[in-house]
């Protein structure tokens, strides 16, 4: 996501590279 990926980099502590 764009600004999901970020969010769950700091949360879920994992690096989303899924599609807005």
């Known amino acids: 996501?764009?600004?999901?990926g970020f969010q769950s980099a700091m949360v879920l502590a994992r690096p989303e590279r899924s599609t807005s």
């Open 1 to 4: 996501s764009g600004f999901g």
